[in-house]
């Protein structure tokens, strides 16, 4: 009876990963170990990792292997083993944040082995690999209904007032205000952010880091325009999937960035160059308006 329940069970998996593979275009599949207890973290795990259209994954309780299929020029193996372990769950390549290991139920909590949790490994690295304009399968139209994260707010908030400063011409009040800006960063809690937002997030947290600190430690305005250029387009991709409470303007200067042209983010219309200030207060033009 165990043999036959072991060929049922091999079938079933079988026809399941068939099945994903026709629905993933690109589907690369791997097994991997995950570790979990019961047919909660079953749900949870497949919950985490599964992507609409782009990942599937399928987790035996028993054997405690997962099999992961999905677009491999979408997202990775590293991607999904990441999500699931911000759901609490450790893999031999990432650990989950203890306070989240912390909350799961007492029937699924696993044995664990000493190592570097998942959040503090994406505090340190970004992910070149994920797309985030391939997710779009996944929020479908939640992304347009939700709401900003507050802490999310608070980041562009302090950005507009950057941007101002930045107009202003005043290095000082600049540096200030990047000092809070990186404050904000830290406070953002990635494992809360709605998952395509959680995506973009992981891919331009790091650039995001750099820009602020960068900004906070120079009141040379020069400087500060220079780390800015880079830093907006970070920004920018952040606010298209996590939203503003009101229509945000990407504009543009083409005689910034040594006649390469740079972009910025303004809550209104009218232009106001932060990258020459009053000298050329209003070259640019917006190119885009982000609802």
């Keep these: 009876m165990n043999s036959i329940k072991r060929i049922l069970m091999a079938i079933t998996l079988l026809l399941s990963v068939t099945i994903a593979s026709a629905q993933i275009k690109n589907a690369t599949t791997e097994t991997v170990k995950i570790y979990g207890n019961c047919?909660?973290?079953?749900?949870?795990?497949?919950?985490?990792?599964?992507?609409?259209?782009?990942?599937?994954?399928?987790?035996?309780?028993?054997?405690?292997?997962?099999?992961?299929?999905?677009?491999?020029?979408?997202?990775?193996?590293?991607?999904?083993?990441?999500?699931?372990?911000?759901?609490?769950?450790?893999?031999?390549?990432?650990?989950?944040?203890?306070?989240?290991?912390?909350?799961?139920?007492g029937c699924c909590q696993y044995e664990r082995e000493a190592k570097v949790a998942v959040s503090t490994e994406m505090k340190m690295e970004t992910v070149a690999t994920e797309n985030h304009a391939n997710h779009a399968n996944h929020a479908d139209n939640a992304v347009a209904k939700q709401q900003v994260d507050t802490k999310l707010k608070v980041v562009f908030d302090t950005y507009f007032l950057l941007k101002d400063a930045l107009v202003k011409t005043d290095g000082k009040v600049a540096a200030t205000i990047a000092k809070d800006l990186l404050v904000s960063l830290n406070a953002v809690k990635m494992d809360e952010l709605a998952m395509d937002v959680h995506m973009v997030w992981m891919e331009e947290m790091k650039g995001l880091m750099a820009g602020a600190k960068n900004i906070s430690e120079t009141e040379d305005i020069k400087r500060q325009r220079e780390f800015f250029i880079p830093f907006s387009k970070s920004m920018y991709e952040l606010v298209k999937v996590a939203k503003y409470e009101t229509p945000v303007y990407l504009q543009f200067c083409p005689m910034a960035n040594d006649g390469k042209g740079a972009n910025w983010l303004s809550k209104e219309d009218t232009i106001k160059n932060p990258y020459y200030g009053s000298q050329m207060l209003s070259c640019g033009k917006t190119v885009e308006t982000i609802k």
Excluded at 51 to 72: Q, R
């Design 39 to 105: 047919d909660m973290c079953k749900s949870k795990i497949e919950t985490a990792g599964t992507l609409k259209k782009v990942a599937k994954v399928e987790w035996n309780k028993d054997s405690k292997m997962a099999t992961l299929t999905y677009d491999s020029t979408k997202t990775s193996q590293d991607e999904i083993l990441k999500r699931i372990a911000l759901a609490g769950y450790d893999s031999d390549k990432f650990l989950a944040p203890d306070d989240v290991y912390d909350t799961l139920h």
